[in-house]
């Protein structure tokens, strides 16, 4: 058995009834909603404003009903319309950066997944100390700008799609940014990045064993960023500037990859670390992650950063992707948690799925 997340209050809206798969409508709600309907749940979108036409565009991921709010951070303010409707939140980048991890925690609506992991993720130090303290290799944080001695990427907290990260050639280059919020300097490493798309199960019984659950690899992504996409590289920076033109690391859209077979044993080996002690820090994760990262030229895999939660990488794998269909032929990630609500609905563990 796994670790119970909900308590009975909080899964009592949903006592004898079907869940309704909510979501934000935007980030990865088509897929959410797809999966969601293939498996014959309800769906519910909580737009911001009027309902967005272009689901009109894509029937089979349109939600059933849409719950307007007048900004995202109001989603708060609507737990009883969602209790009534029998919701289940599918947490996406868009609760983390526009609702916030404190405010989406407090939330009386039973969500997907552990909860508390949102402010893990939303806050870069403590989002450190958890890899660190798992073993997994990562860049080397500066705590003190003078200390910089090399290449550097600056980031800000929080989901923000790579929005006013900072390049550094060196300690000079870091002199001229001039910081707009809470951030971390972190070591510039050079090497091939890969977006690695996993899904905890604290239910199934076979497969790749971690902790109480199995482990999967459901897809990997790669990102377009902006005006820095493909001239990222060292000295790029300084040419556009010169230029006139200001780089940024803005996330447009995502491209397919995958990993050489030979390295999936490391890749795995990353992200059970990242589970089993995200299981001794606050109850553990479950559901979609994303493990971020840089292969470099010596074959280490060093983790930037983890997502909690689903990630808009996977929108590439709605039809299933060259390691889901190793799973199971034409499953994506959003089909995926419809799977596990429902097969934690039928054994009667939901408390260890929602939180």
């Not at 409707?85 to 950066?97: D, K, N, Q, Y």
């Not at 510039?188 to 019984?205: E, K, N, Q």
């Amino acid at each position: 058995m796994g670790i119970p997340l909900a308590s009975e209050s909080r899964l009592a809206s949903l006592k004898g009834r079907t869940p309704t798969i909510a979501t934000l409508c935007s980030h990865s709600s088509l897929q959410i909603f797809h999966g969601a309907r293939a498996r014959g749940f309800p769906t519910l979108g909580v737009c911001v404003g009027p309902p967005p036409r272009f689901y009109d565009a894509f029937p089979l991921a349109r939600p059933d009903r849409f719950l307007s709010v007048p900004r995202a951070k109001d989603l708060v303010s609507v737990g009883d319309q969602l209790r009534d409707a029998g919701a289940v939140l599918i947490p996406t980048g868009s609760f983390v950066e526009y609702v916030g991890a404190d405010a989406f925690g407090s939330l009386d609506v039973p969500v997907f997944g552990n909860r508390a992991v949102l402010g893990w993720e939303a806050d870069r130090k403590k989002e450190r100390e958890w890899l660190d303290s798992a073993g997994v290799p990562m860049p080397r944080r500066y705590d003190d700008p003078s200390e910089v001695d090399g290449p550097v990427i600056v980031k800000y907290y929080g989901a923000k799609g790579g929005k006013g990260f900072y390049l550094a050639k060196n300690r000079a280059a870091l002199d001229e940014f001039t910081p707009t919020g809470p951030y971390v300097i972190q070591e510039y490493v050079l090497g091939t990045r890969y977006y690695m798309h996993f899904f905890y199960s604290p239910l199934a019984d076979r497969g790749y064993r971690v902790g109480h659950g199995s482990l999967e690899l459901l897809g990997m992504d790669r990102r377009d960023e902006a005006n820095i996409d493909e001239l990222y590289k060292l000295g790029a920076q300084e040419e556009l500037l010169r230029a006139g033109i200001r780089p940024t690391f803005v996330v447009t859209g995502n491209v397919p990859v995958v990993l050489r077979e030979s390295l999936l044993p490391a890749a795995f080996d990353v992200a059970a670390r990242i589970i089993e002690r995200s299981i001794e820090l606050f109850g553990g994760m479950v559901g979609p992650f994303c493990v971020e990262g840089i292969m470099t030229e010596e074959l280490e895999f060093k983790v930037f950063e983890i997502s909690t939660r689903i990630v808009a990488g996977t929108n590439l794998f709605i039809s299933g992707s060259p390691y889901s269909d190793f799973v199971e032929p034409g499953l994506s990630t959003g089909k995926r948690i419809a799977q596990e609500i429902e097969r934690g609905q039928g054994e009667g563990r939901l408390n260890e799925v929602l939180s």
